[in-house]
């Protein structure tokens, strides 16, 4: 904690209060999974129309209502940058989640790449569009995901 000196040799009690860590990609997707989530969809934003969609580019976290699992990060991992990649951007958040889908573990390790990475996208949609499967199940799993992030 800094603190402020009003004197020489006198200390304020003012403090400053040192600068908050950023959320993480997949606490940011949490995020947006437990403000509303999406099936058989990718988002829903609030902006206020198609055509301010289409000339801000992808949403900012704080402008999405609803987002499936992979939505989710993908927005997350990109913060409402204009120029989206997912394999950059995304993919090594997408690739976290699905190790924490259940049978995962076991599995070698996927590529981020090409047609692996697609058939990752492809099992994260399909695990968040199952009939039985509930918001509860998803912010789970990215909680999961977020313990296996590295420190640093």
């Known amino acids: ?3 402020c000196v009003a004197e020489p040799g006198v200390l304020s009690p003012v403090r400053i209060p040192e600068r908050a860590p950023r959320p993480t990609v997949l ?4 995020a947006i999974v437990e403000h509303g ?3 058989h969809g990718w988002c829903v934003d609030n902006r206020p129309s198609r055509l301010a969609s289409l000339l801000a580019g ?3 976290p704080d402008e999405v209502e609803q987002a499936c ?3 989710a990060i993908t927005v997350a991992a990109h913060r409402g940058g204009r120029l989206v990649n997912v394999q950059r951007d995304a993919m090594p958040w997408i690739a976290l989640a699905w190790r924490c889908l259940p049978g995962a573990g076991e599995r070698p390790a996927p590529a981020l790449r ?4 697609t ?5 994260l949609t399909v695990w968040n569009d199952a009939p039985h499967r509930t918001r509860g199940e998803v912010v ?3 909680e999961r995901a977020e313990r296996l992030t590295p420190a640093g």
Request: net charge positive; aromatic share 4%.
């Open 119 to 123: 058939a990752l996208i492809r099992e």
């Open 114 to 117: 090409g047609p692996r990475g």
């Open 37 to 39: 989530w999406l099936q």
């Open 140 to 142: 789970a799993l990215l």
């Open 1 to 3: 904690m800094a603190v």
């Open 69 to 71: 699992l992979v939505a």
């Open 58 to 60: 992808p949403p900012r």
């Open 27 to 30: 606490a940011t997707a949490r």
